[in-house]
């Protein structure tokens, strides 16, 4: 607690290093599904979870509006996952709505689109987040289906580093277009997760 306390209010010894690594990490994503069975019959939602570590030496705060970690949006709807049939390798039509937030131009460390997230290393929680979805009408019965990453599968804005050093006095409030020669981190799946339809 002293150390959060020290290095948000800014009094670490040392301000904090803006350099980026030449090799950015990798977000690290592992799926788990509440069931192997998505029943079309049954009213019980079919949840699906993400837990996100990163593959570096160093914890890594986000942004993760419009992407497939962020808590306060479906997902499903704006290009987060794909359901890809096993057998045809065809993937079910998802619906896609790109439903438009006014959005300041600043983060805070408060915001909830702001999110740390551990190293693989370090021991602690993964940053975790899940999603309930419904029957859908384009997946057939009978078959499997593999959950995937779809198109919104990388992180513009990121800093190395804890939300509290990130967001260190004098930096409270942190611009929220960086560079355009900041690469993005990319979301890579790190297991595979499978489900069967039935009626």
Known sequence: MLQFIQDYFGLQQ?????TLPDVPPRILLTVITSSD????S???????????VVDG?????VDVFH????????????????????????????????????????LEASDECVAEI???????????????????????TGHE???????????SWWKMGSKAQVFAAPNERRGRHLDEDVPKLRMVLVNKATFKVVG
């Open 42 to 52: 049954d009213t019980a939602p079919f949840s699906i979870t993400f837990q996100a």
């Open 145 to 155: 289906y593999e959950i995937g990453l779809g198109p919104k599968d990388e992180i």
């Open 67 to 106: 992407t497939i970690l962020w808590r306060s949006f479906p997902t499903k709807h704006y290009e987060g996952f794909t359901f890809t049939d096993s057998r045809t390798q065809m993937k079910a039509p998802l619906p896609v709505r790109d439903i438009q937030y006014h959005v300041p131009g600043y």
């Open 118 to 140: 551990p190293t693989k290393v370090s021991g602690d929680l993964p940053y975790e987040v899940s999603f309930t979805t419904g029957n859908n009408d384009a997946m057939q």
């Open 57 to 61: 030496d160093r914890s890594v705060t």
């Open 14 to 18: 040392e301000p904090y290093d803006e």
């Open 37 to 40: 069975i998505m029943s079309k």
